[in-house]
């Protein structure tokens, strides 16, 4: 029995860890390239998960078709925010980064309670109800699924990120942004590109959940927080760090809830912060800051 | 000279200010007051130190919390008043010494996990905040006596009016002579090169923990006043989303000056409410306005102005 409460709970870490890897991944790429702490990436995810909502209940699209529809619509969304809105305030001090973010996560939010409500929806899914069972316990397909497609769209970025010509510009521009501009690289492609695959895989994530938690404005909130912190403990810019501080504080969280106080449940992954920043102040994987 | 008139003539205005005004606007004047009290403690650590907080909300709301439970255990106000903001000082050291070793988006995060924490446990202890529902019926000021029998009853909206503006000028003071004093200037120091002033001899982290605890002292101070003002305060007052609006204030009317902080607190408050907005436009609308003032006028509305009235001398 206790074995399988505690097989119960990793599974739902690995579940929730996928979502925080996913949108993690995103905040670091961002972050790598255009040193913006960028709040305003959890609205991608919320509106992903409203994109994918829409298409599968008005018109009835599979919810597959509908989850590729809105990671290619938030893409753009992604590419149209990164020239209007931050391309602006690249030259300006870190602060106004943060604080253009920060404008943008309200608008956004606030957008979407006019248009659809503050009522929490259940994205429909043929794999919601279906279960099964292994090793004396039962979850649901959706949740498998949930790590599955997660684990193969990281995988899909990361050999994107190390394989490709692009994703060594990206690279590049992450390590040095002057030097690579020198070397000619365009650095204003690769930041839209950057926006764009962040943004697509954020509202992956977003449709991925929207089946087990539900759809609401204000559902950006909690992961994009969590994102900064894995980030921060990952080390900032640290791909590998995003994906292993993503699983893990999902991991962590979940065992904390079933074991010690779900009321805290949100509370661990800040005071793990605290904890590492205290004896390590740029993160676990961290490089000196520049 | 042109200056003093400038002031003297703008505190008339706003001796006379709340005579004129109705209820609902001398209400908004009352909360604009007391975030130009946050704000202006805000911008210590933002404008001065250079570093981007995200919990002053919560040494807001210790501040709040505090006096509140203790005038509910029958302790005038006058006392808890400044025993909230000593309260959250030692809170600010606490928060402050781990989180100044970090820097830039670390010192961000790191104060943002406070914020949450503090937020979260308002919400949690409920056996002595009374959780999500928040606190009820706390008691005004107790009334001063003046001559000829006249009183302060600071159940009138004026005389709280009265009351904030005081601490308000009382932090202007106080913040406007720590930075032309020696402790001013080293923070200035710090701010534009700390590896410069650490050669210098000046104790960079000493002087960031000051501007931090005294910036947490003032917020606790706000909070005071904002518990016994509007008689009933709950967790959802001093959560994140009070430290974002905080910091936009700051950053929005220039953190670079005195005046900055107070004219964000009056734009951002008071901007929805000019154009009677439902709060939910409102909010889209000021998240734009946001944006356009950060893409625009990079160093804030004050500093805009500056820029302004320089180039137009020259």
Same mark, same amino acid.
């Given at each position: 029995m206790g074995t399988a409460i505690f097989l119960q709970q990793v599974i739902n870490g690995l579940v929730v860890g996928s979502i925080y890897a996913m949108v993690a991944l995103g905040l670091t790429l961002i972050f790598g390239i255009l040193h913006i702490g960028n709040?305003?990436?959890?609205?991608?995810?919320?509106?992903?998960?409203?994109?994918?909502?829409?298409?599968?209940?008005?018109?009835?699209?599979?919810?597959?078709?509908?989850?590729?529809?809105?990671?290619?619509?938030?893409?753009?969304?992604?590419?149209?925010?990164?020239?209007?809105?931050? /391309?602006?305030?690249?030259s300006a001090p870190h602060i106004n980064g943060l604080i253009v973010a920060?404008?943008?996560?309200?608008?956004?939010?606030?957008?979407?309670?006019?248009?659809?409500?503050?009522?929490? /929806?259940?994205? #429909?899914? %043929?794999?919601? &109800?279906?279960? =099964? $069972?292994?090793?004396?316990?039962?979850?649901?397909?959706?949740?498998?699924?949930?790590? +599955?497609?997660?684990?193969?769209? *990281?995988?899909?970025?990361?050999?994107?990120?190390?394989?490709? @010509?692009?994703?060594?510009? +990206?690279?590049?521009?992450?390590?040095?942004?002057?030097?690579?501009?020198?070397?000619?690289?365009?650095?204003?492609?690769?930041?839209?590109?950057?926006?764009?695959?962040?943004?697509?895989?954020?509202?992956?994530?977003?449709?991925?959940?929207?089946? *087990?938690?539900?759809?609401?404005?204000?559902?950006?909130?909690?992961?994009?927080?969590?994102?900064?912190?894995?980030?921060?403990?990952?080390?900032?810019? $640290? =791909?590998?760090?995003?994906?292993?501080?993503?699983?893990?504080?999902? *991991?962590?969280?979940?065992?904390?809830?079933?074991?010690?106080?779900?009321?805290? @449940?949100d509370g661990f992954a800040f005071l793990a912060l605290i904890v590492v920043l205290m004896i390590k102040p740029t993160g676990l994987f961290g490089k000196k800051e520049g | 000279m042109k200056n003093k008139i400038g002031l003297v003539t703008l505190l008339t205005a706003l001796v006379?200010?709340?005579?004129?005004?109705?209820?609902?606007?001398?209400?908004?004047?009352?909360? !604009?007051?007391?975030?130009?009290?946050?704000?202006?403690?805000?911008?210590?650590?933002?404008?001065?130190?250079?570093?981007?907080?995200?919990?002053?909300?919560?040494?807001?709301?210790?501040g709040a919390y505090t006096s509140a439970l203790l005038t509910f255990a029958h302790w005038p106000f006058w006392i808890t008043l400044p025993l909230s903001g000593v309260v959250s000082g030692l809170f600010g050291l606490f928060v402050g010494f781990p989180s100044l070793k970090t820097r830039g988006i670390y010192f961000s995060i790191t104060t943002m996990s406070f914020g949450v924490l503090i937020a979260m446990v308002l919400n949690n202890w409920i056996s002595l905040t009374n959780? #999500?529902?928040?606190?009820?019926?706390?008691?005004?000021?107790? %009334?001063?006596?003046?001559?000829?029998?006249?009183?302060?009853?600071? @159940?009138? %909206? !004026?005389?709280?009016?009265?009351?904030?503006?005081?601490?308000?000028?009382? &932090?202007?003071?106080?913040? $406007? /002579?720590?930075?032309?004093?020696?402790?001013?200037?080293?923070?200035?120091?710090?701010?534009?090169?700390? &590896?410069?002033?650490?050669?210098?001899?000046?104790? $960079?982290?000493?002087?960031?923990? &000051?501007?931090?605890?005294?910036?947490?002292?003032?917020?606790?101070l706000a909070g005071s006043l904002y518990a016994h003002y509007l008689r009933y305060i709950c967790p959802k007052d001093f959560g994140l989303h009070e430290s974002f609006d905080m910091l936009v204030m700051v950053v929005v009317g220039g953190a670079q000056t005195l005046l900055g902080p107070i004219v964000g607190a009056l734009f951002v408050l008071g901007l929805p409410k000019f154009f009677g907005f439902e709060p939910v436009y409102g909010r889209v609308a000021f998240g734009i306005i946001l944006i356009m003032v950060m893409i625009f006028m990079p160093r804030g509305i004050v500093g805009k102005w500056q820029e302004y009235f320089k180039s137009s001398r020259g």
């Open positions: 709040f305003a990436h959890g609205q991608l995810y919320m509106l992903g998960a409203f994109a994918t909502y829409w298409m599968v209940t008005l018109w009835g699209w599979n919810i597959w078709l509908a989850m590729l529809a809105a990671m290619g619509l938030m893409a753009l969304l992604g590419i149209i925010l990164e020239r209007m809105v931050f /391309r602006p305030v690249h920060l404008g943008l996560f309200i608008v956004l939010e606030n957008l979407a309670f006019i248009l659809w409500g503050g009522e929490e /929806r259940m994205l #429909p899914s %043929p794999y919601a &109800t279906k279960t =099964i $069972s292994f090793l004396s316990l039962t979850l649901t397909i959706q949740r498998l699924l949930v790590f +599955i497609v997660a684990v193969l769209l *990281i995988f899909l970025l990361y050999l994107f990120i190390q394989r490709t @010509k692009m994703g060594k510009a +990206i690279r590049a521009v992450a390590l040095d942004s002057e030097v690579a501009r020198l070397m000619g690289i365009p650095i204003h492609r690769i930041s839209a590109t950057v926006f764009a695959v962040s943004s697509a895989l954020a509202a992956a994530a977003g449709a991925l959940v929207g089946p *087990i938690f539900s759809v609401f404005p204000a559902m950006g909130l909690s992961p994009i927080l969590k994102a900064f912190v894995v980030i921060v403990i990952g080390g900032m810019g $640290s =791909i590998p760090g995003a994906i292993f501080g993503g699983y893990v504080l999902g *991991i962590a969280e979940s065992l904390g809830a079933g074991y010690l106080s779900s009321q805290y @449940k | 006379i200010l709340p005579f004129f005004l109705s209820k609902t606007l001398l209400h908004l004047a009352v909360i !604009i007051e007391i975030h130009a009290i946050l704000t202006l403690s805000l911008c210590l650590v933002v404008g001065y130190v250079g570093q981007l907080s995200l919990c002053h909300a919560g040494f807001y709301g210790i959780g #999500p529902d928040g606190l009820s019926g706390i008691k005004s000021p107790e %009334p001063i006596s003046l001559f000829n029998g006249a009183a302060l009853s600071f @159940k009138n %909206p !004026i005389h709280y009016y009265f009351l904030v503006g005081f601490f308000l000028l009382f &932090t202007v003071l106080v913040i $406007s /002579r720590l930075l032309r004093s020696r402790v001013g200037r080293a923070f200035i120091g710090v701010r534009n090169n700390e &590896t410069l002033a650490w050669s210098l001899g000046i104790n $960079s982290m000493r002087y960031k923990l &000051t501007a931090f605890i005294i910036a947490a002292v003032f917020a606790g």
